[in-house]
């Protein structure tokens, strides 16, 4: 895959000796690791630690969110949306008809030509 004539360092010999070499630790060194590794794990006490219990879907949105102000917040304004999609106020109708009831066509948003004529 790699040009070996531009390479700057012939690597394959390193990698070859290594493949050879099959030497593993010895075990008096891996006990030696497993009973630091105890040792450590004794002196902060995550060995004795229960796991941690899966909180509810309700109590982590409850975090993510920021608290219960935040869910009293929420549901203030989704209560008064329900209820001005209900019961519009007297006011709300007539302004809906003057936005909404207007229809707009692309051809209102693009100059024509005669327009284009007319600036000089």
Known sequence: MSDHRTDPFDLDSFFEAEKKDTSEPSAEFLANVLADATLVQNQL?????????????????????????????????????????????QGLDT???????NSFDYSDYLPSFDSVLTEG
Do not use: H, Q, Y
């Open 45 to 89: 006490g995550l060995a004795n630690k229960a796991p941690k219990t899966s909180t509810g879907f309700w109590r982590t949105l409850n975090a993510v969110l920021g608290g219960w102000p935040t869910f009293a917040g929420l549901a203030t304004a989704t209560i008064a949306g329900v209820w001005i999609g209900v019961s519009p106020p």
């Open 95 to 101: 302004l809906t008809d003057s936005v909404l009831g």
